[in-house]
């Protein structure tokens, strides 16, 4: 080993001892900072007026308005979905019936004798090719237009029977619904139900 690189290291290890020894005598730098922060946090905050407390009461006041914004919005939110919620539970509801009512016809005087297991796949049938001659784009628009109008009297709080007890005032709704959805297959081409009732029939 040279004499240079011994001479070097002597000197690294003489400061990395007097380094030592004032870090033993003196408070670290990182105490500094930290005595020094804290002395002007409590400046601040001592001082009854100033830039200090100016800017303390504008975080305050943009905190709590964007609490109250949050608040409002969650509020607003719950409030949509309370009332959509109903819209939708009553629409599923409509569309059942209507789809029910779509496939029931004198054929289920057959199907009975054949037990309720043949009941039941006629009508679940009836009601999916009712479904998808809803959803098919070549479905008359005279025929959606009765699905709307029966929707709407379905929902609305107007009615030829007042709502006043369950049964007789769910009787104009339950009617208008079936003839609705009769009016519907009746207005569609034959060959697109024929279409339709073949694929369910495929499928199943």
């Excluded at 007890?165 to 009769?182: E, F, N, R, Y």
Aim: aromatic fraction near 6%; hydrophobic fraction near 55%; glycine fraction near 6%.
């Amino acid at each position: 080993m040279s004499h240079s690189h011994t001479l070097g290291r002597l000197m690294i290890a003489c400061a990395v001892v007097l380094l030592l020894l004032a870090a033993t005598r003196q408070p670290s730098a990182a105490g500094l900072v930290l005595r020094d922060g804290m002395a002007a946090m409590m400046s601040v905050q001592a001082a009854p007026s100033g830039s200090g407390d100016v800017v303390g009461r504008f975080v305050h006041r943009l905190v709590k308005r964007s609490e109250n914004t949050t608040r409002r919005l969650q509020e607003v939110l719950a409030n949509a979905g309370v009332l959509w919620l109903p819209v939708l539970l009553s629409a599923l509801v409509f569309l059942l019936i209507a789809g029910v009512s779509s496939a029931a016809d004198v054929r289920m005087l057959e199907m009975r004798h054949r037990g309720p297991l043949a009941l039941s796949r006629y009508l679940g049938r009836g009601t999916l090719t009712f479904f998808r001659i809803v959803r098919d784009r070549h479905t008359p628009n005279v025929a959606r237009l009765i699905l709307v109008a029966a929707f709407a009297y379905w929902i609305l709080p107007v009615d030829l029977i007042p709502d006043r007890t369950l049964l007789p005032g769910c009787l104009d709704d339950l009617l208008i619904a079936v003839v609705a959805a009769k009016a519907f297959i009746y207005l569609c081409p034959d060959a697109l139900v024929a279409r339709h009732a073949a694929a369910v029939e495929a499928h199943a």
